[in-house]
């Protein structure tokens, strides 16, 4: 249910914008990223997940939002969240959308700390944590 509310508030973002970038900053397998491209209609969207386990599978959900019609572009990093996101913060790099599930991790107040700088003025930050 909560990744269905993010989509949808994702959705609303983008027609009140006109645009939706996005950061699935925890991706996993990247359903979350497809979901954005497919469904929010995303204009950009940046997985990361820390495990190059699961880049096949990412690769694979984010081709399918592709073939489903979706139109924005997408990529994909490897990189631990508290480093993309400070390097997101130093290139001044922001998104509407920065989506975190820390999975039940107890990082989760450090990394909604680093995550604020790299939301857009009138963003939003999409926090969940499921195990």
Same mark, same amino acid.
């Given at each position: 249910?909560?990744?269905?509310?993010?989509?949808?508030?994702?959705?609303?973002?983008?027609? /009140?914008?006109?645009? %939706?970038?996005? !950061?699935?900053?925890? *991706?996993?397998? @990247?359903? $979350? #990223?497809?979901?954005?491209?497919?469904?929010?209609?995303?204009?950009?969207?940046?997985?990361?997940?820390?495990?190059?386990?699961? /880049?096949?599978?990412? %690769?694979?959900? !984010?081709?399918?939002? *592709?073939?489903? @019609?979706? $139109? #924005?572009?997408?990529?994909?990093?490897?990189?631990?969240?508290?480093?993309?996101?400070?390097?997101?913060?130093?290139?001044?790099? /922001?998104?509407?959308?920065?989506?975190?599930?820390?999975?039940? *991790?107890?990082? @989760?107040?450090?990394?909604?700390?680093?995550?604020?700088?790299?939301?857009?003025?009138?963003?939003?930050?999409?926090?969940?944590?499921?195990?």
């Amino acid at each position: 249910e909560s990744r269905d509310l993010a989509v949808l508030v994702a959705l609303l973002h983008k027609r /009140r914008t006109g645009q %939706l970038h996005v !950061l699935d900053s925890m *991706s996993g397998s @990247g359903v $979350r #990223g497809a979901r954005y491209l497919a469904q929010s209609a995303a204009t950009h969207v940046h997985c990361n997940e820390i495990s190059l386990a699961n /880049r096949a599978c990412m %690769l694979s959900n !984010l081709c399918w939002a *592709s073939r489903q @019609g979706a $139109r #924005g572009s997408w990529r994909v990093s490897h990189m631990d969240i508290r480093r993309l996101l400070a390097s997101a913060a130093m290139s001044q790099e /922001r998104f509407d959308v920065v989506d975190i599930d820390t999975f039940g *991790s107890k990082q @989760g107040g450090a990394v909604i700390a680093a995550a604020l700088p790299v939301v857009k003025l009138g963003g939003l930050l999409y926090v969940t944590s499921t195990d």
